[in-house]
């Protein structure tokens, strides 16, 4: 089949364009070597001024190359295809970073739940906002509430990570298997290291807490909170007194950080 862009472009066809990526608004940049490798598949030599982590301001050109006219063109649909979505990501990841200021670490462990070939660009891109994408980084044992069922409840599940020394144990608080001050004392009396109230219920994670407090082990064990966390919500739940903020959806469903191709001038050199 005829790509109608030749037909388009075969009079200027070996002209070369100086073209720059701009960013349409203010966010955090991700994908460096992937924006490289999505280039160099076009022929194109790309030259980056920002690395994974940077921030990129409004109207911001942040990357440029010399192409065809056909170049620029996929380009256009390729590369921005390539990096917008991960820069998205990286700036919800930063914005959540910064709404807790210190006070809560904030995790997304959702991108587990994306496509295969698209997780390892998710993780990074969560990392690059300064997220964290597992919920602890030494090794560990999550407990959730499908494995907790299968193994005949909580005290049953963590006896069952018994032969697993220096592995933390991460207890999905859910209030299926009894209520929730229960499964917290229950998660207790087996040596649960991090307490995961998954429900999106403050009421829950405040009965939680209170148990933790009344226990006097508060200080040795980390709580964490998840369900349908907002961005909007992490002022007030850094106040609760917890350890560790899961956020999934507003991450890794983060729209893209819009950006542009605009061709600057014909030629080698910047006038």
């Known amino acids: 089949m005829t790509d109608v862009r030749d037909i388009l472009f075969r009079e200027i066809s070996e002209k070369k364009f100086r073209t720059v990526l701009k960013a349409e608004r203010s ?5 460096r070597e992937e924006a490289i490798t999505c280039a160099q598949a076009l022929g194109i030599e790309i030259e980056l001024c920002k690395q994974d982590g940077d921030e990129i301001m409004h109207g ?3 990357a440029n190359f010399l ?28 914005t959540a970073v910064q709404l807790a200021d210190g006070r809560a670490k904030i995790v997304s462990g959702a991108w587990k739940k ?20 597992r919920i602890c980084e030494s090794p560990m044992m999550y407990l959730d509430k499908n494995f907790i069922r299968m193994l005949g409840g909580i005290q049953a599940a963590l006896a069952a990570c018994r032969d697993m020394p220096g592995t933390v144990k991460v207890v999905q608080i859910k209030g299926m298997s009894g209520n929730v001050e229960e499964e917290t004392r229950q998660a207790l ?24 407090e009344a226990s006097g082990r508060r200080g040795e064990v980390q ?3 998840a369900g349908g966390v907002k961005l909007t919500d ?14 999934g959806k507003q991450i890794v469903d983060a729209g893209l950080l819009d950006m542009k191709l605009d061709v600057i001038q014909e030629g080698l050199s910047w006038d």
């Open 27 to 31: 966010g955090v940049f991700y994908g």
């Open 114 to 133: 994306m496509p295969p070939e698209t997780k390892q660009m998710v993780r990074g891109a969560i990392a690059a906002g300064g997220a964290a994408f």
């Open 223 to 225: 709580l964490a909170y």
């Open 67 to 94: 192409a065809s006219p056909k170049q620029v063109a996929l380009a256009e649909e390729k590369l921005i295809g390539t990096v917008a979505k991960a820069c998205g990501i990286a700036t919800a990841a930063r």
């Open 189 to 212: 009396q087996g040596g649960a290291g991090i307490f995961m109230v998954d429900t999106g219920r403050l009421e829950d994670l405040r009965r939680c807490r209170t148990v933790l």
């Open 234 to 247: 992490i002022p007030q739940l850094v106040q609760e007194r917890l350890d560790v903020l899961c956020i």
């Open 60 to 62: 911001q050109w942040f």
